[in-house]
């Protein structure tokens, strides 16, 4: 599942730009809001995932994805890569770590149930 989601999240980033998200009501930039979301759910999946290295390996390898699909949208016709959206990408990958860990405690899965 994490790895589908990581496919499916770097097809979305990459595809060439078709429109906007409507404003969420939040009185910011609705990407960031959809950037935030999308990364802390990603950083959940992986830290709930039994995909090799844990811990600060996945925070470095999760934070440079996020500079990285950045600096590729550059040369996404109607794409542009922004600072701004790398900063929200690392916020939401760090509260998806607190979450996962919050829900994990020291087991390795979330819980079933």
């Known amino acids: 599942m994490c790895l589908a989601y990581w496919l499916a999240l770097t097809v979305g980033l990459l595809h060439p730009k078709g429109g906007t998200l409507p404003p969420l009501g939040f009185?910011?930039?609705?990407?960031?809001?959809?950037?935030?979301?999308?990364?802390?759910?990603?950083?959940?999946?992986?830290?709930?995932?039994r995909l090799p290295w844990r811990g600060m390996s996945w925070l470095a390898i999760l934070f440079g994805?996020?500079?990285?699909?950045?600096?590729?949208?550059?040369?996404?016709?109607?794409?542009?890569?922004?600072?701004?959206?790398?900063?929200?990408?690392?916020?939401?990958?760090?509260?998806?770590?607190?979450?996962?860990?919050l829900a994990l405690g020291s087991g390795d899965r979330l819980p079933s149930g």
């Open 65 to 101: 994805y996020g500079v990285l699909t950045e600096v590729a949208q550059l040369a996404v016709p109607g794409r542009t890569g922004r600072v701004v959206d790398v900063l929200a990408d690392v916020c939401g990958i760090a509260a998806g770590m607190i979450v996962a860990r």
């Open 27 to 49: 009185g910011g930039d609705s990407f960031n809001v959809a950037h935030f979301v999308a990364f802390a759910l990603l950083a959940v999946l992986v830290r709930a995932s």
